[in-house]
């Protein structure tokens, strides 16, 4: 079974300085719809790992957090794509859980929903943190220069190497740079019919 966590905002819509708060503020980035119908097309299920401390510091609900998802898979069905499961995190900061990333708590549930270990399970978003609890949790990791990587669009090129390890001295060894969501999904199609 081929299984993709993605993050969610900046990842496959705008991210907000602030919160995401209510299914108005939930806007798809460009192409990211598509990008998930050609990757489930490509036979990867998705599945959406994400912070969302806005829950536990009080400044949006469960039923506001129900109808952005609501409204996310609406639009993703519109496109073809299909997201089976969002593992968030309520927490906030203070509250010190297992599952805030970089914390991996959300992958380890992950892999135990499907039952499976996570060394196949690319792990790709665009913040940092997303990448680090992927690395932690054994996934390939994937940092996506959009939402909060999106100053280091353009420098994901050859040779580029020394440099964002500067920029990225926290960036968990082995992780490839996109500059989206839909340049990933050409690189993970493009693997596959490499090998398969
Ligand atoms: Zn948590």
């Not at 959300?106 to 997303?130: C, D, K, S, W, Y």
Request: hydrophobic letters at 45%.
């Amino acid at each position: 079974m081929k299984l993709l966590i993605l993050d969610r905002d900046g990842t496959i819509n705008r991210s907000r300085d602030d919160y995401v708060a209510s299914p108005d503020e939930w806007e798809a980035l460009p192409g990211a719809l598509e990008a998930v119908a050609r990757i489930n097309q490509g036979g990867w299920r998705v599945v959406l790992a994400t912070n969302q401390s806005g829950i536990g510091r009080g400044l949006f609900d469960m039923a506001s957090l129900n109808a952005i998802h609501a409204k996310m898979h609406r639009q993703l069905a519109a496109a073809g794509a299909r997201v089976e499961a969002v593992f968030f995190c309520p927490h906030a900061p203070e509250d010190g859980c297992h599952c805030r990333k970089p914390e991996p708590g959300l992958f380890e549930q992950i892999g135990v929903r499907f039952g499976m270990t996570l060394a196949n399970v690319p792990a790709a978003g665009n913040a940092l943190r997303h990448v680090q609890a992927g690395a932690a949790a054994g996934c390939p990791t994937h940092l996506l220069l959009t939402g909060k990587s999106e100053h280091l669009r353009g420098r994901a090129g050859p040779g580029a190497d020394a440099e964002l390890a500067m920029l990225l001295p926290h960036l968990p060894s082995g992780t490839r740079l996109h500059e989206d969501l839909p340049a990933f999904a050409d690189w993970l199609l493009a693997q596959d019919t490499a090998t398969s």
